[in-house]
């Protein structure tokens, strides 16, 4: 991390350790670097995590909610394809 720090890819793994380890807080801190370069689904689904586990349920569903739009609008951009045979 220290020779690419930009990363957020790295940042949003560092992220994960931290939560599996049970330091929320600090996973927080590690998805908003992941924020800085964009939002995907991921990053919402992970901070709705964080947020629930610290008790700040509000902003855990909202979390969830932007994580679940940001896949809605990706779904509504892809076409329809019957399934192949």
Do not use: C
């Not at 947020?51 to 700040?56: D, H, V």
């Amino acid at each position: 991390m220290e020779s690419q720090p930009d990363v957020a890819d790295y940042w949003y793994t560092l992220a994960m350790v931290q939560d599996r380890n049970g330091d929320w807080h600090v996973g927080m801190a590690s998805l908003e670097r992941v924020k800085e370069g964009g939002f995907d689904a991921n990053d919402g689904f992970l901070s709705a995590m964080d947020l629930l586990q610290l008790k700040r349920r509000e902003e855990a569903r909202a979390a969830l909610r932007k994580g679940v739009q940001w896949m809605d609008e990706r779904i509504a951009l892809t076409p329809m394809r019957p399934p192949e045979r």
